[in-house]
């Protein structure tokens, strides 16, 4: 491996950095979008159960915010409805979009960012081309002679750079849009998920008007 760094000279190493930087946002976001810390299949069955007959207490409420970010909307809405017991439905449902969105934005951390990646390194591929292209160039001596030497590093420079820019994009690419795709479908159950609670919470609400 450190002769393939070394054949491939410095501009291998922007590369190098996309790569641990891409490799750690991977890790990360397997881990932080797993569906037991998202979206627990039945924690709004679970919800709707408990508060059935009567709103949770505010330190049950305060345990299901930490549960996962699908507690937290759901939390979200039932502190709305604690704190105010006469709420209308529009209310409601706001407080759930605002909640939602702000759990959208969090799953979507560090996304960009990868995104970036798997677009910037097939250009930081061709820069180390380009580089090699010049060390070719600048191999051939004026008389039309050429520095075998220099020509060989040239070509490795250009090829290795090339192929390396690619070996990041690629996966890169796969992996931003595979947790894209898993960030919609949350978004997807979360908004589902309001929609099931809104109308179990307006029967409190309406309980307090009476």
Known sequence: MLSIIQAAGWPIWPLILCSIVALALVIERAVRLRP???APPHLVDEVISVTRSNLPAVDVVAKLATNSVLGEVLAAGLRSVIAEPRLSETALRQAFENAGRQAVHDLERYLNTLGTIAAAAPLLGLFG?????????GSQAPAGASNPQLLAH???VALYNTAFGLMIAIPSLMLYRYFRGRVDEYQLAMELAAERMVPHLLRFTMRAAA
Do not use: A, L, R
């Open 154 to 156: 040239g070509i490795s």
């Open 36 to 38: 037991s810390m998202v």
């Open 129 to 137: 081309t380009v580089v090699g292209m010049i060390e070719i160039f």
